[in-house]
């Protein structure tokens, strides 16, 4: 079965601290992973996904397989990185199925 | 470009009805994939269509059902609404099938009382 961990709801740190959103995930083939990210009152939108090998926003995140994890790390974090922060899967059936984890709120005190 | 759009915005409804919720793709897309998302809880996948054919289906009873249209459009219809079917239904598109990323939708706010 795939399932997606995001062991804690909410993530609170201050500006210009680090940042680190955990996710982990359980799947017996190659799995692909992505980051969404909700901002207030938007629509929910793709943030990376690690095939690409980006740093979007200053964010990066990298797949450890031998860890079944792939956290959204950023080394300092900015007020408007406040948000909804998803970690999802998806397997041999495409991108258009994705498993979601259920979220962690990052909220970033001035 | 507008994005992906749903219709309506929020409906309430009671139990025993049934609703029809609906989803335009992005210009060019072809791949719609449908998501219940419970408050509190991440998306959950429903369906996905493809060339207006279904290819996906997650773990949703048979009163969940969808079609896809010759113009891309989608439906999806859920009969004898029970109270936890409350939820905010989201609707995403992609170009093809595969690992195209997904273009989300506001989605559309569903209330059972």
Redesign the interface.
């Known amino acids: 079965a795939q399932r997606v961990t995001q062991p804690e709801k909410l993530l609170s740190v201050f500006k210009g601290a680090p940042v680190e959103l955990k996710c982990n995930y359980s799947y017996s083939g190659s799995p692909e992973l992505f980051w969404y990210v909700q901002y207030s009152r938007q629509r929910l939108q793709l943030l990376l996904r690690h095939i690409s090998r980006e740093s979007i926003k200053g964010f990066t995140a990298d797949l450890n397989k031998g860890e079944t994890s792939f956290h959204l790390k950023k080394p300092f974090a900015q007020e408007e990185d406040s948000a909804m922060y998803y970690c999802a899967l998806s397997g041999e059936q495409g991108a258009q199925k994705l498993v979601f984890g259920q979220g962690t709120r990052l909220t970033i005190n001035p | 470009d507008a994005?992906?759009t749903q219709s309506p915005t929020h409906l309430i409804k009671t139990r025993g009805q049934h609703v029809t919720l609906r989803c335009s793709p992005i210009s060019g897309h072809k791949?719609v994939?449908w998501?219940q998302q419970v408050l509190?809880?991440?998306?959950?996948?429903i369906f996905?269509y493809?060339e207006k054919e279904e290819?996906?289906r997650?773990n949703f009873p048979d009163r969940f059902s969808a079609r896809q249209f010759p113009n891309y459009s989608s439906e999806l219809n859920v009969n004898a609404l029970l109270l936890g079917d409350s939820a905010l239904y989201?609707c995403?598109s992609?170009l093809v099938?595969?690992?195209?990323?997904?273009?989300?939708?506001?989605?559309t706010r569903l209330s059972i009382l």
């Open positions: 994005g992906v791949s994939s998501y509190g809880q991440g998306p959950q996948f996905q493809y290819r996906g997650g989201l995403a992609s099938r595969g690992n195209q990323p997904q273009h989300f939708g506001d989605g």
